[in-house]
């Protein structure tokens, strides 16, 4: 009985041997079936690829009405993080890769150049002087904001996609506390430039009197999020104003963060069509 045994197991190694050599270089010529992951992978980082995102981000807040004519989003250098880079005075819907310029610590470009610029550029540099963790800066005029920035009611997370809101909602900032009341409404020099810094804090929103509004993020995709879903919430918080005493989120609540690489790619896509 033993023996039978013995050679039946020998008998049926064998043939999985066999099996085996026949199968193997099949397996190893046929293709890997593709892993569904969800929304494409976040390309490696580098200032190129920053730079390309940062192009995607203009047409991204134009097409949503965030930006007009006006407005203007930023993206810190990965080489050289003192230096950031911005298009030049553009209206954002058309900014192209030919737009894109350097910037140094001072907000001055890189090598100079003669083509005109935007005149807030230190809302950018000085936001990120004065935040290392930012890596992308947004300003809006944005019209369903606006109210905000005059009005005494706060801004702040209504809904799970304005989180970054905050329970308090966001800061304000007065030029005139800078500058007196014969100021311009514009933040064109390094020291309202750093006031601001210091008013948004280590918030991502910060509300300008009169103005618009200033959003910072870990990097540029974040940032456009923050911007769309800050005009969306004051949008919702108009409303609900006029039904009642809008209830705001809580403290635990707020803690969250949101799908950014999913919106992103849909909001690639609605632009090239």
Known sequence: ?????TKYSRLAACAAALLTAAVAPAMAQAPAAPVLVGPAPVPPDSDEQRIADLVTANRILAQHGVLDGFGHISVRS?????HFYMARSRAPAIVSRED???????SQPVGGTNREL???????????RARPDVQAVAHSHSYEVLPFTVADVPLKALVHVGYFLGTKGAPKFDL???????????VITPTSGAALAKTLG????????GH????????????????????ISANIENEALELGTPLGMNEFEVMRTERVAR??????????K
């Not at 935007?118 to 990120?128: A, C, Q, S």
């Not at 919106?263 to 090239?272: D, P």
């Open 202 to 209: 280590k918030e991502s929103i910060v509300l300008m009197r």
């Open 1 to 5: 009985m033993a023996n039978a045994f």
């Open 263 to 272: 919106q992103w790619e849909l909001w690639v896509t609605n632009i090239k």
């Open 78 to 82: 990965l080489k050289n993080p003192k």
């Open 118 to 128: 935007y005149n807030e550029r230190y809302i950018h540099g000085e936001i990120f």
């Open 212 to 231: 618009g509004f200033t959003a910072a993020g870990e990097n540029i995709r974040d940032v456009v999020f923050k911007a769309v879903y800050t005009q």
């Open 100 to 106: 894109i310029l350097e910037f140094d610590e001072n």
């Open 176 to 186: 005139e506390d800078v500058e007196g009341p014969r100021n311009g409404m514009l």
